[in-house]
């Protein structure tokens, strides 16, 4: 009995390209789409949208521009996925002002931006230390009929916490449960760095032990933070103690809970470790 072999369609090249956006095969990617015109078979939305994505994993934010630049010439309406994956490239590669520019002219090109795409444009600001500019981001979505989620709040408050404003970063957390929003590990986390950054140790022990009444599950960034906060402050017994408790927390401890840990000893002249 011989077996007939089905001729790819754009859903198997889709398919395909996904995958390899999945697994950061963007070259792969970007050949899958270069080919399917050879094969008769036209690019769509979605074979864009994978190719721009696999750019992204793979920190490639110049061909991500092209992608989207090029959809036209492909007689292709660019819409609100195909510019989310473009601004997740910029974040992705550092370059929050093609972020935020593309986020504002996407009205412009008739395309409406969501959560996703703000909560990436925020992401960019974070990581640039532009938190004014990622608070009046987060600030503008209710004026844009959008409500801001965990993600965009994350965002922000990781934006408040890389340039030491714990006092945001504890302000936008406190808002969270009251706009319905439920934080979770990372949001808590990221509060707690900011208290470290701050040099509120005892903040950030609050934050840290207060974890499991808000149904959070301890992890290694939050003990680390709350350890550099404690070897900052010269607080180096309850460093130690917390270094020493993680395991039965059921956190392992790592080489950066080690070199804090370490780092705050090192403040003193001599430390005797039981």
Known sequence: MSLLMEAPDAISYNTAASA??????????????????????????????AAISACEKGGQWQLALCLLSSMP??????DVINYNAAISAFEKGDQWQLALGL???????RVSPDEI???????????AGQWQLALNLLSSMPD???????????????????TAEWQLALLLLSKM???????DE??????????????????????LMIMPELRLAWNTISHNAAISACGKAGQWQLALSHLSSM???????????YSAAISACEKEASVSWP
């Open 103 to 109: 986020v504002g002219s996407m009205p412009e090109m």
């Open 73 to 78: 010439d492909m007689r292709l309406i660019p």
């Open 247 to 257: 395991p039965d927390m059921k956190v392992m401890p790592n080489e950066i809970s």
């Open 144 to 162: 844009m009929r959008m409500f801001p989620d965990e993600v965009s709040y994350n965002a922000a408050i990781s934006a408040c916490e890389k």
């Open 186 to 207: 990372i949001s808590n986390s990221a509060g707690i760095s900011a208290c470290e950054k701050g040099g509120q140790w005892h903040l950030a022990l609050s934050l």
């Open 20 to 49: 390899c956006a999945k697994a950061g095969q963007w070259q792969f990617a970007l050949n899958l789409l270069s080919v399917m015109p050879d094969m008769s078979i036209l690019p769509d939305k979605i074979s864009c949208s």
């Open 117 to 127: 795409s703000f909560s990436a444009a925020i992401s960019a600001a974070a990581r």
């Open 177 to 183: 449960p009251e706009l319905s929003v439920v934080p």
